[in-house]
């Protein structure tokens, strides 16, 4: 996390844009009459939103603990089920690669 001046930012917007995309850093913003302000991707701001419903409950945050629980012990194994249109779509692709089309 780095703190900055308002004027700073506006000085080096793409540098430090470019940086927190880059690094999913936080950035710090300091205004005068002591304001400050939070600067962070799109994506790293749906992620702590993601998380914070995702453990809005307490039901469903002691579901997501024991899950984590379950899988550090090594009881869970992955698997991913693809809808099946997706999962043609990507056969196709890997059967070109291996003919060397794609």
């Given at each position: 996390m780095k703190?900055?001046?308002?004027?700073?930012?506006?000085?080096?917007?793409?540098v430090h844009?470019?940086?927190?995309?880059?690094?999913?850093?936080?950035?710090?913003?300091?205004?005068?009459k002591n304001r400050k302000f939070v600067?962070?991707?799109l994506t790293d701001y749906n992620s702590i939103m993601e998380t914070f419903h995702l453990l809005s409950t307490n039901a469903n945050a002691m579901?997501?603990?024991?899950?984590?629980?379950?899988?550090?012990?090594?009881?869970?194994?992955?698997?991913?089920?693809?809808?099946?249109?997706?999962?043609?779509a990507i056969a196709r692709g890997t059967r070109a690669m291996r003919r060397g089309k794609a």
């Open positions: 703190t900055i001046t308002v004027t700073d930012f506006r000085a080096n917007i793409t844009l470019e940086s927190l995309n880059r690094d999913h850093d936080v950035l710090i913003l300091t205004a005068s600067v962070i991707t579901r997501l603990m024991k899950g984590i629980e379950e899988q550090n012990a090594g009881a869970i194994m992955y698997s991913y089920k693809l809808p099946l249109r997706k999962a043609k």
